[in-house]
């Protein structure tokens, strides 16, 4: 079974612009995750998605948007992009409620 | 926010001796989750022992958990150089919802 995937792997930006990441859960799994990691933050929750509607959200600014398709598949966006937003961002799929949760690769945004 | 911290921050051992980190947390969980990290990449899930749950084995891994403590350890076996990575607790509060809220992380070095 595939694993967690996500697009792109690496991404460089300016300052003002918006990005798209995008996450493919785990064949049958409904619920994905994202998750941003800095080396002085460490690892925070931005949102999570089940049957395209989101179920809880971190606190991060209206800037970082996401949504879930119908084949579970997810998106986020970030609008305005600010050099503070450069990071890891992780996706994580899982079964349901209190399930394992399994994380994709991530994709290292850099914002110059 | 971090739910809570991981101790030691950073570890380093000889290859062939165990290796032991502790997690706190702050509030009650339903689970909790121990993930390892190669350097700047995405977190491998390792173990999810239920709050109801004392031990658990997998392998040369050996969590424990203490609900009264809002505590848990990891312990990893006859350690090897393959085994040197971050790992953090996570943990999903009794809130109902999946959100993982991540531990600090210890950084784990076998020497050779």
């Known amino acids: 079974k595939a694993g967690v995937t996500q697009t792109p792997r690496y991404l460089i930006k300016t300052r003002g612009q918006q990005v798209t990441l995008s996450c493919s859960p785990i064949?049958?799994?409904?619920?994905v995750s994202w998750y941003q990691q800095t080396p002085g933050q460490g690892l925070q929750f931005l949102f999570e998605?089940?049957?395209?509607?989101?179920?809880n959200k971190g606190n991060f600014p209206g800037r970082f948007s996401g949504r879930q398709f119908s084949n579970s598949r997810s998106e986020m966006n970030v609008s305005t992009l600010e050099l503070g937003d450069s990071a890891l961002y992780l996706c994580?799929?899982?079964?349901?409620?209190?399930?394992?949760?399994?994380f994709g690769p991530g994709t290292r945004l850099t914002v110059l | 926010s971090q739910q809570g911290e991981e101790d030691p921050q950073a570890l380093s051992i000889q290859e062939g001796e165990n290796a032991t980190m502790n997690c706190s947390y702050k509030?009650?969980?339903?689970?909790l989750q121990w993930y390892r990290q190669n350097s700047g990449r995405g977190l491998v899930h390792l173990i999810l022992?239920?709050?109801?749950?004392r031990e658990k084995h997998s392998g040369r891994l050996r969590v424990t958990l203490d609900t009264s403590k809002k505590s848990s350890s990891l312990l990893i076996t006859a350690s090897r150089a393959a085994d040197t990575a971050s790992y953090f607790c996570?943990?999903?509060?009794?809130?109902?919802?999946?959100?993982?809220?991540f531990g600090t992380g210890t950084r784990l070095t076998i020497i050779p």
């Open positions: 994580a799929s899982s079964l349901g409620p209190f399930a394992e949760q399994f």
């Open positions: 996570a943990t999903d509060a009794n809130f109902g919802n999946e959100k993982l809220t």
């Open positions: 998605y089940f049957s395209e509607t989101q179920r």
């Open positions: 064949s049958g799994h409904r619920s």
């Open positions: 022992i239920r709050s109801n749950e």
């Open positions: 509030t009650s969980i339903n689970n």
